[in-house]
T-cell receptor
Framework: DTGVSQDPRHKITKRGQNVTFRCDPISEHNRLYWYRQTLGQGPEFLTYFQNEAQLEKSRLLSDRFSAERPKGSFSTLEIQRTEQGDSAMYLC???????????????FGPGTRLTVL | GEDVEQSLFLSVREGDSSVINCTYTDSSSTYLYWYKQEPGAGLQLLTYIFSNMDMKQDQRLTVLLNKKDKHLSLRIADTQTGDSAIYFCAESPYSSASKIIFGSGTRLSIRP
């Protein structure tokens, strides 16, 4: 297993369009997280899944954002009616999620850079 | 509240030690982390420290935690050009076993 993968790596879209990103976590990792990182800032938490259940959502996740993890493996993040303010790097991370530092350590993917024109 | 603060920039000479400092607000934090981000790359976990520890050393990296002052530092010994990156301090609040709260990152640049 080579780590967390994300697709696409870059996405350019026009304002008002819908976009969908995919994240494949490390195999056997139960927890999957989405973060957003804007230029010059650290990542900000958006949401996380324990298996297929979405357990926490940030206030940053407006109604235009939806995330799914239907089979408890890969996850998708969809943004509807994109706005210029959505331009950012969207990062995915995963952990084993059984408790303890080693299993709760989050491993990040390379991110999807979204540019909304 | 949950907040992590770091200085934005640090410049050191190659071969010297780098010390990156961080303060956090959540006294109930369980784990504190240092991540490294190189241009165009994802976040790489460098090291972490559990909140009941004062120090952790891993090869060139030394993490010091002052829980009373809520201060975390990362020392990189014998800094090399390959250490140029943005370093993020982060905490895992006890109130949430899920999310990590990140600082804004410290950009480390190396002078020859």
């Amino acid at each position: 297993d080579t780590g967390v993968s994300q697709d696409p790596r870059h996405k350019i879209t026009k304002r008002g369009q819908n976009v969908t990103f995919r994240c494949d976590p490390i195999s056997e990792h139960n927890r999957l997280y989405w973060y957003r990182q804007t230029l010059g800032q650290g990542p900000e938490f958006l949401t996380y899944f324990q298996n297929e259940a979405q357990l926490e959502k940030s206030r940053l996740l407006s109604d235009r954002f939806s995330a799914e993890r239907p089979k408890g493996s890969f996850s998708t993040l969809e943004i509807q009616r994109t706005e210029q303010g959505d331009s950012a790097m969207y990062l995915c991370a995963s952990t084993e999620g059984y408790g303890g530092a080693s299993t709760d350590t989050q491993y990040f993917g390379p991110g999807t850079r979204l540019t909304v024109l | 509240g949950e907040d992590v603060e770091q200085s934005l920039f640090l410049s050191v000479r190659e071969g010297d030690s780098s010390v990156i400092n961080c303060t956090y607000t959540d006294s109930s934090s369980t784990y504190l982390y240092w991540y490294k981000q190189e241009p165009g790359a994802g976040l790489q976990l460098l090291t972490y420290i559990f909140s009941n520890m004062d120090m952790k050393q891993d090869q060139r990296l030394t993490v010091l935690l002052n829980k009373k002052d809520k201060h975390l530092s990362l020392r990189i010994a014998d800094t090399q050009t390959g250490d140029s990156a943005i370093y993020f301090c982060a905490e895992s609040p006890y109130s949430s076993a899920s999310k990590i709260i990140f600082g804004s990152g410290t950009r480390l640049s190396i002078r020859p």
